[in-house]
């Protein structure tokens, strides 16, 4: 929930970090702040407000030294302000600490510190981390062991950075349940919460695992485990490249991420036979198949759920991750939970992965991010291969995973081949087409203050997922259901001019989704088809490209990401940055 970059260099870092800071923002915007240390003092430059703001307010890449630690800030504990802005800072200034995560006994923890005169400056949870590193530095002037000894009295998550004022040559970090990866760069050295901060120097990475801690500096890093010893680690490359992160021509990283859909539902497909083999296999021998993700990996995990069940006659559920433990009497050996993810550090789904693999289920993961927790957690793993996706909403990734949830069921089902997923770039091009469309319907609409959409079967996911990207990006209430639940409460909610949004494809249940639109009309309701084949109950019909109809829920779902985007540029949010949320929600 909180982006964090330290970098330990040969020349200046505070434009360094400046600049990484900037594109991991959107891990949590609320605040931003940094610490260097220059000439024997350590200076901190933070406040409440976005990046740019604050580089305007504070000079932060007016900061001296060579080393230095940034952060922005999604809160947890601690409002929104100046003096609850990361970095923190010990007593007298000798040490600063950036954190992602949360400490959860950082009550009784404060309380002892304040009992031995430490002085606290802010509300957060964050700056006992500061003070108690503080006290175990004063027992032993080694930083990293010193952290280590200071982290075991840390109950919660967090991946943190330490800059201390009498170690110009040094940052520590160390994580538990949060990500924390090392940069290897050339004459300078990274450690950082997202690869995206510092892929623009080096696409050189380490991960560090659960309860390790890490020193580095300009040109070498060293690890310790959680037993103290240390460990020697292979940099892996990542193949992002740094184009993939700028907004290029579009005005922000969402629309690009939407139009990138023409190439990445290609990408998608592109996965190595024997592991879609393996992963097939895997689900074929199961015992109880439980799937999980949260918001849109949820979604996406229902289609997968819809298919298993329909196509493959192999029964199982499928459970939002925070809701997973509500279940797991049923997970057991020989048991296997299916994970999606983008980000694969969102805290909920890997407490349903730890409790999973707790009971002895094999865990079997599709997510975007190689190298991230969840896939190191994993007996198994697909890849998204949609490139890093920048925008708070998901999109990109959703269409990425629809190809290869399908692509798993076809390998369950024994094809050698999804068939159809040669014509998805061509499909998505055309949907990619109703944009003009949408972007007359948002003007129309634009003071409704409810927007209802619904689908039968397999659309109701999408129906969900539309209904989703519109709250997120428009703060406009929303509400995804089965067509055939709206005549059970719903409806007495509809009347003259309310926008209902109907995804209807040809097909099993076309003509049922049809008689639920009546209703609907009958009631006053303005109806928007979404859909390959026309019909007059619709008031605004959005035609959408006919491709097999596994593949359906790819074409329907863009005009829904390309409403909810331009009803946010309409009513001037931000796309990118939503209000209260963060890209990975790494916090329970
Ligand atoms: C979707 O637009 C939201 N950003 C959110 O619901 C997201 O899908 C959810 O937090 C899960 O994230 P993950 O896929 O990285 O686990």
């Known amino acids: 929930m909180c982006g964090i970059i330290g970098c330990v260099s040969e020349g200046p870092v505070s434009g360094i970090l400046l600049d990484g800071l900037k594109r991991v923002e959107y891990r949590g915007y609320d605040s931003a702040g940094m610490a260097t240390v220059n000439d024997g003092k350590l200076s901190v430059r933070k406040g409440a407000g976005r990046i740019t703001d604050i580089e305007r307010r504070k000079h932060l890449s007016a900061l001296g030294g060579n080393v230095g630690i940034a952060h922005t800030r999604w809160a947890t504990h601690g409002g929104v302000t100046d003096r ?82 009498d170690r110009p040559d040094v940052i520590v970090g160390a994580r538990k349940d949060a990500p924390l990866i090392a940069g290897i760069g050339d004459g300078q050295m990274f450690i950082a919460s997202d690869i995206l901060a510092f892929i623009e120097h080096t696409d050189k990475t380490v991960f560090l695992d659960n309860q390790e801690a890490a020193l580095i500096t300009k040109d070498s890093l060293k690890i310790l485990g959680a037993d103290g010893r240390e460990l020697s680690r292979e940099p892996t490359q990542v193949a992002w490249e740094l184009s993939n992160i700028s907004r290029t021509k579009y005005a922000h990283h969402t629309l690009k991420e939407i139009n990138e859909q023409r190439q990445t539902v290609a990408a998608a497909a592109v996965q190595d036979p024997a592991k879609l083999a393996a992963f097939a296999g895997a689900i074929r021998k199961a015992g109880t198949i439980f799937i999980t993700g949260s918001g849109t990996s949820y979604h996406a995990g229902l289609l997968m759920k819809s298919r298993l069940n329909h196509e493959a006659g192999i029964r199982c559920d499928t459970v939002v991750s925070g809701e997973l433990k509500e279940h797991s009497a049923f997970l057991g050996k020989g048991s296997v939970l299916i994970v999606l993810s983008q980000s694969g550090e969102t805290a909920d789904v890997l407490e349903a992965v730890k409790e999973a693999k707790g009971r002895g289920a094999k865990v079997l993961s599709i997510v975007n991010v190689a190298g991230s927790t969840l896939s ?141 639109s009546e209703e609907l009309r009958a009631r006053g309701a303005d109806l928007i088809g979404i859909s390959d084949v026309e019909d007059r109950v619709y008031k605004h019909f959005v035609r959408v490209p006919r491709v097999q109809p596994k593949f359906m829920p790819i074409v329907e779902v863009i005009p829904l990401q390309l409403l909810a985007y331009h009803f946010a540029v309409a009513k001037k949010r931000d796309p990118d940055y939503p209000r209260n949320l963060a890209k990975s929600v790494t916090v329970k």
């Not at 770039?425 to 109703?434: F, G």
């Open 84 to 165: 609850n802005a990361h970095p923190h800072t010990s007593c007298g200034d000798t040490l600063a600490v950036i954190h992602n995560g949360i400490i959860e006994n950082y009550i009784p923890l404060k309380t002892r510190l304040q009992s031995k005169g430490h002085v606290f400056k802010s509300e957060t949870d964050t700056e006992v981390i500061a003070h108690i590193i503080e006290e175990e530095y004063g027992k032993r002037s080694d930083p990293l062991r010193a952290t280590i000894a200071a982290t075991r009295k840390l109950e919660g998550q967090y991946a943190i950075a330490v800059l201390f004022r």
């Open 376 to 516: 190191r957690e994993s007996d198994q793993t697909l890849l998204l291969n949609c490139g890093p996706e920048v925008g708070v909403a998901a999109t990109k990734s959703f269409t990425a995973q629809a190809v290869v949830v399908n692509m798993v069921v076809d390998a369950v089902l024994g094809r050698k081949r999804s068939e159809g997923v040669e014509e998805l770039p061509k499909a998505v091009e055309e949907a990619l087409k109703t944009e003009r469309q949408i972007k007359a319907i948002v003007q129309k609409y634009m003071d409704r203050p409810d927007f209802y959409f619904v689908g039968r079967g397999y659309q109701s996911p999408v129906a969900l997922e539309g209904a989703l990207k519109l709250k997120e990006l428009s703060y406009i209430h929303a509400e995804g259901m089965p067509a055939s639940e709206l005549k059970h409460g719903t409806l007495a909610l509809i009347e003259t001019g309310t926008p209902v949004v109907v995804i209807n494809p040809s097909g099993e249940n076309h003509a049922d989704t049809l008689s639920s």
